[in-house]
Each structure stands twice: as C-alpha cells, then as structure tokens.
C-alpha cells in the first residue's frame, strides 16, 4: 500500500482519488481489519501526542526530529508487517497522514485524517479528541 503514495509523479488529483479508492476498499473490508487498522492508528497517535502535545508542536519541531518521527514510524510499520498487517497498514496511513499535513496537501490530509480518526476512536474505545493531533492545539 505503501508503494502507492510514493509515486507524486501523477499529480494531486490523482493521488488524492487513489486515497478515496483505498479508503474505500478500507471500509469494505472485515470488521477485524478495519479494527486492527485502527489500533494501528491509535498506537502511532499515542506516539506523537507523547512525544509531540499536538501538530503545531509537532510543526515547530526542527526538521531533524520530525524525520526521526517519521523514521520511528516506519520502523512501527515494518515490525508490525508479519505479525499484525493490519495494524501496520494503520500505521502507514498515519504516517502518510502527517507528511501530507507538514506539506500543506490540505485537501488529502482531511479525507484521510478525518478516516483515521474514525478508526482510532473504534479500535481505541473512543479515544478524547485531545489525543487527536489535528485537534490536540485547536
């Protein structure tokens, strides 16, 4: 899935309709899925927000410790692949979520924050909108 927005080479648009398809094929897929995808989520949120408080601080980070986070990310994702795909995929998604939003690609970074905020809250049993990121400095 990864493989996917790696290519920027299409364009926004494309990019941004290949996340609406995935998303899609996301919530037509099994209920365990969906919640391991979400536990994904939520365990990469729980990250950022330890570490982080919320975006803004998170944007205000030298660029050095932000690519630290991502690389903390990836490394999530990859551990997680054999044993627990689906919560890599969530992980993914979070981390695609965040580089769209430290690149100002507002119109994929709301589709796909307000999806994962969806499925963390169900895999978290509802976790506060304080440790959403995106709602963590509003």
Sequence with gaps: MSRLFQHRNHGTRSEFDELKKVLGRLNAASLQTRLAVGAGVHLA??????RFGGFES???TPSEQ???FGAVL????LGSRS???????????YRIWLADMLADRRDTAELLGEE???LSRRAGGGCPARDDPWMADS
């Design 45 to 50: 949120n729980a990250e950022f927000i330890r």
């Design 58 to 60: 998170f944007r205000r």
């Design 66 to 68: 932000q690519q630290q």
């Design 74 to 77: 990836s490394e999530l994702e």
């Design 83 to 93: 044993q627990e795909p689906g919560v890599a995929v969530g992980i993914g998604l």
């Design 116 to 118: 994962l905020t969806r």
